[in-house]
Each structure stands twice: as C-alpha cells, then as structure tokens.
C-alpha cells in the first residue's frame, strides 16, 4: 500500500508502531493487551493498540470527569470556537486520514475522504449551533410570573463505534457534545482502533494549542468488555452507541439497569420500493451504489429491492447487467468499485448467507464467491451477489452486513410495496423510486414508510449531516448528527421566577397560613 503515500499518512496521523490506546488529550496511560490491526486491503499489519484495563478507564473517567466542571463554565460560542478549529485540522489531515479510514476498514478512497468530509461538515453546523442552544419562553397561568426552560450541559458522554464508519459517527457525537459543554470518552471498534489514535492525536494538538482541559476527549481500546465498563458506570449519562442490534440489546439494558440514557445507532434492512413509475436509470444507479458501496458494510445499505411485476425483469436485467461492470479490487485504487470486507470472519458470515438463502428457497442471480489471486491475498474480498427471494425468508429478515441484495417481486398497489418493506424488524433508511405524485406522497405518509429515513428518488445510502440520523424498531430510535439531535447531549431545566409579593399556588390550589 505504500505506492499510495500510506506511510506518509500515518506518520502526518501519529500513527507509531505500537500505540497507546489509552490517552486523555494530554497523558497516555495503557497498561492492557496489545490489538493488532491489519488492513484487509493487503492482509499487513499496519500498527498496534494497546488496550485499556480497568485501572487505565478510572484514569480517563477521572480526567473526563474533572474537565467537565470547567469546560461546562465555558460560554457555548467559544466552546464553539474550539470546535472550528478542530474542523480547520480535520481539513489539514482529510487526506491523510481519509487514506488511513479506506486502508484500515477497507472502504473506497473517495468513501474514506467522504467520511472525513462528513466530520469537516458536523464541526461547522456544530460551530453555528453553538450560539444556538435556545430554550422556549412560556407563559405563566400565575401573575407576575415568568417561565422558561434551558438547556445545561450533561456531562461525560460515553461513545461506542462500529468498524464501518471508523471516524465520522465519533465526531458526529463529539462535534454537538463539545459544543453543547460535555466531555467525551470514546470506544472505538476493536477492527479499527488506528482510526481512533489518529483522531484522537488530531483533536490533542488542539486540546494543547488551547490549554484545555485534557479530559474532554478521551480514548479507550479493547473489546466489548472495554465498553462494559462504560455502560455500567454511573458517571457517564449518556452512552451514545453505534453497531449490531445484538450489541444495542445489551448495552440499552445495562445503561438503563442504571437509569442512564442511551441513544442508539443499530442496524438496518433498507429497502427501494421501485414502483411501474420509476425511472430505471436512476433506480440501477441507486440501487447499485446501494448494495456494493462500502462493500455492503453501511448501516444504509440496500439490502431489498421491493419490484412491481410489471417491471420486474426489466429491472433485474438491467441491475444483473450493471453487476458485470464492477471492478473489485484495493480500495485506493480509484478505479475500483468494490473493496474488501472488514475481515475473514465477515467473508464468513457472506458466504453462509448466500448458503441460506438458497437453502430457504432463493435463486441466485448473480453469483457471489470469495476472490482469492493476486491482489485478493487478504482473503476479504468477495464477489457481490444478488439473489430472487421472499421476504419471509429468515435470511432477508435478518441485516446481512456484506454485498448480497435481494430481490423481491410485489404486485398490487404500494400499500402492498409497503407491507413487504415495513414487515422487517429494523427501521432505519427506505426509498421509492416513482414519478407518481400519489405514490410518492402515501410513501412518506403516516401510512407509509416506518423508517427513520425514508428518501424519494434517491438510494437508502448514505445522508447529510443537516437531518437528524436515526431510525425505529430495532435501529434502536436514536437520532445523532442534524435538526435538534443537540438536546440529547443536554439536560433541560423548566425555571419558574415568580417576581410578585405573593405565592399563588398553581392550579389555583389555596394553602392559607
Ligand atoms: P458490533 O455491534 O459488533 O460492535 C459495535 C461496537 O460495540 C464495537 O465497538 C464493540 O466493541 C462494541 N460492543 C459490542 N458488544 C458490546 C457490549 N456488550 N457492551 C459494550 N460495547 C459493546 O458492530 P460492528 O460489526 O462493528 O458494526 C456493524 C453494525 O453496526 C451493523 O449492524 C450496522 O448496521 C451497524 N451500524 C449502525 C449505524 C447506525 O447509525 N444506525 C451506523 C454504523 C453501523
């Protein structure tokens, strides 16, 4: 991967051989196991972690927790001032790190500068926002009263990634919880840990230019058992958790055995609803993208593709014929289409995937496999696949993380469309694909789609960070990045002033002494 200027990149990034992966902006402390990360672009190990114990994470706990009694006092607009600077680093290293996020999870260069590009844009709408934390003023049913309600901030938010989006969902967190007064300890996934340490040596440089607390950005490495320890402690309020609907299950109840908040990010089963209306073109291009970028690891991936009857063959034709086009191979060479998966383990799981739609009564129509040959020595590339299903089918009810799309044919009117999209347990990003007015709106209709995104001619792929990013049923019902997701990452106080000479009781209660 040298020929790409990767080495140079980890060193811009920090990026030493061995790691500490334990730090709090200014002091590292690790005592763990070492991680080892290998990028399933070429198999090599790129670098190792070090991971925190129990002894590391008070360490951090502590140094959070005292930077929170000062970084809260801070007006929101300079809070917000040192979050545009963090943006104006991100913007130095979006090169560097963009490299680093497409060799250490394997998703396209141009993904890997989008990611970071998404970081660049949460940090400037966090800027904005910071001046922007308003309350309502409301009236008083009791005379000479006044009535309000304000937001403070919360205090260490606890953040657990997955491997897909290494570097983007942190700062989508982190962007709002700085501004917002909080400070942030932050797990990210055990298949990516390098993209922490980069991330965390970019926001210490300005921890340091600042003379900030340290403490109000924190790493901590390791496995589940890592973010165990931050679910069940009570002095984090907030745990801000982003992967399998398997993990969220878990942390929900533990944070909740507590009484703390969660704010969810699990997993989706996204479907395109291509009605007789639809254009096609726009639809093989969307759904295309959809199903192979990012090798199918996106939490928006599309995964169903619900077709009218009347078109079906049309469109399977056309999207079976735009398979044969993609060109698989090392994410940083831009004339790749496709990538690896994140390692062998979820090359495992695609293959059984294909083996069990088959053996539930699917057809394969275009044929998937694991590449192996020159320039596939990782063992983590695969071939994307499509198969004719039902959506009964366990497999299609299930999110399989990889490059497999399912067909399905409904017929009918799109209420039946939608039966078919909505009877899944996830609810995270849908689309139609219409030029139907009446079917486009009844998609977004309170009778329509069930999703927390729900897109008109457009993919389910992919979002801006000016909407509120989330989705129902088992995508857990967090909503992270635009709109108001802010007040998340704050605790609202109702304040009644009563400037009179007398204590009228409300509800006109009389309590006379
Ligand atoms: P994962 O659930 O295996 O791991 C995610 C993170 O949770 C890791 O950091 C892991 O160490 C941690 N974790 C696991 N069990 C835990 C526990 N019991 N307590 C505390 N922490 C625990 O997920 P993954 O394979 O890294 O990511 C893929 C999944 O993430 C997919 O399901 C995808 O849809 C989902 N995802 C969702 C969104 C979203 O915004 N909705 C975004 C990205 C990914």
Redesign the pocket.
């Known amino acids: 991967a040298n020929q790409f200027g990767m080495k140079e990149a980890l060193t811009q990034l920090g990026i030493k051989e061995i790691n500490e992966g334990t730090s709090t902006g200014l002091q590292n402390f690790s005592s763990g196991t070492t991680l080892e990360s290998y990028s399933p672009v070429d198999g090599q190990l790129i670098a190792k972690v070090t991971t925190s114990t129990a002894a590391d994470y008070d360490k951090v706990m502590e140094a959070a927790t005292a930077a929170f009694k000062t970084f809260r006092t801070m007006p929101a607009p300079q809070r917000g001032e040192i979050v545009r600077q963090f943006g104006e680093k991100l913007r130095e290293k979006k090169e560097a790190l963009g490299k680093l996020v497409s060799y250490e999870m394997g998703k396209s260069l141009q993904e890997g500068y989008g990611e970071v590009q998404e970081m660049i844009d949460i940090c400037d709408f966090a800027v904005g926002l910071s001046r922007q934390l308003h309350g309502l003023t409301m009236h008083s049913e009791r005379p000479q009263h006044r009535m309000y309600e304000q937001y403070h901030s919360l205090g260490v938010v606890g953040i ?6 290494p570097v983007a ?1 942190w700062a989508w967190n982190t962007a709002l919880a700085w501004i917002c007064g909080d400070v942030c300890v932050w ?5 990516t840990p390098l993209c922490g340490i980069a991330c965390q040596n970019i926001i210490a440089e300005v921890i340091k230019e600042n003379n900030l607390p340290e403490g109000i950005s924190c790493l901590i490495n390791g ?2 058992k ?3 320890m ?2 069940a402690d009570k002095r984090i309020p907030l745990i801000s ?8 299950k ?2 929900a109840q ?1 944070v909740a055995g507590r009484l703390g908040k969660s704010l969810l ?4 089963n996204n479907a395109i609803i291509v009605t007789p209306d639809a254009d096609i073109k726009m639809t093989v291009i969307g759904a295309v993208f959809g199903a192979v970028g990012t090798a199918g ?3 928006t991936s599309t995964r169903r593709l619900i077709i009218h009857e009347s078109i079906f063959d049309k469109v399977r034709d056309a999207i079976v014929a735009a398979y044969q086009q993609l060109k698989i191979g090392n994410p940083l060479d831009e004339n790749n289409h496709v990538g690896p998966l ?1 390692d062998k383990d979820a090359v495992a799981m695609y293959s059984k995937a294909l083996e069990d739609v088959v053996a539930q009564g699917g057809k394969i129509l275009v044929e998937g496999g694991v590449l192996a040959g020159e320039g596939y020595e990782s063992g983590c590339y695969v071939q994307p696949a499509i198969a004719e299903a039902d959506n009964t089918f366990k497999i299609v009810q299930h ?1 399989t ?1 990889a490059p497999v799309l399912y067909l399905l044919k409904y017929t009918g009117s799109v209420e039946d469309a939608l039966d078919i999209q909505n009877g899944v347990a996830q609810g ?1 990003s849908s689309a139609i694909m219409t030029n139907n007015l009446r079917e486009a709106e009844h998609f977004l209709s309170v009778a329509g789609s069930d999703c927390g995104i729900a897109n008109v001619n457009i993919g389910t792929s992919g979002a801006e960070i000016g909407g509120a ?3 129902e049923k088992e ?2 019902g967090g909503r ?1 990045s635009g709109s108001d997701a802010w007040k998340v990452y704050m605790r609202r106080q109702t304040n009644t002033i009563n400037y009179g000479s007398s204590l009228p009781l409300a509800q006109g209660i009389k309590f006379d002494l």
Do not use: H, W
């Open positions: 657990i990634s997955a491997f897909n989006f969902v797990k990210p996934s055990e298949k496995d589940y890592v973010g165990e931050m679910t958790a982003t992967g399998s609907t398997r993990m969220g878990i942390v533990t990010e699990l997993g989706g690891q996106r939490c994140i999110e993380f995270l990013f989330g989705g995508t857990g992270e």
